[in-house]
């Protein structure tokens, strides 16, 4: 559902956490509003940045439904598994970098499709 709250939606896709758990929030928190800086430098969100402080902020909060909203849904738990608790095994991890990656290219292109194609 779109009107997920940013921090439950993070804890129990990608943390495996249910939202009732608390005992992580404050270092989840820190880590999500750390992706929403990089995001706001690579021209993603509001113009005037964005923070998370509990779990009533939801994903419509950030931005208006759409593409770009869906791939930041997807981006921002994979961005906080690697800070909060990267995997293990070097294959797994380097998966995640990749997907993490392609999302942070996907991004730049749909805020900003001029760096990436050439008019001609």
């Known amino acids: 559902m779109i009107d ?3 921090l439950s939606s993070v804890k129990r896709d990608i943390m495996g956490l249910v939202p009732e758990d608390t005992s992580f929030d404050a270092t989840l928190i820190n880590d ?3 992706v929403f800086v990089i995001l706001f430098e690579m021209g993603v969100g509001p113009t005037n940045g964005f923070r998370i402080t509990d779990n009533t902020t939801v994903w419509t909060d ?3 439904e759409g593409n770009v909203l869906n791939l930041v849904r997807s981006y921002v738990p994979k961005k ?3 800070m909060f608790d990267a995997p ?5 991890n ?3 970098k990749a997907q993490i990656s392609e999302d942070e290219w996907r991004l730049s292109v749909a805020v900003d499709p001029s760096d990436t194609f050439e008019e001609g």
């Open 62 to 64: 950030y931005l208006d």
């Open 88 to 92: 293990v095994t070097g294959s797994m």
């Open 94 to 96: 380097e998966a995640l």
């Open 32 to 34: 999500i509003n750390a």
């Open 4 to 6: 997920d709250s940013i």
């Open 80 to 82: 906080v598994k690697m």
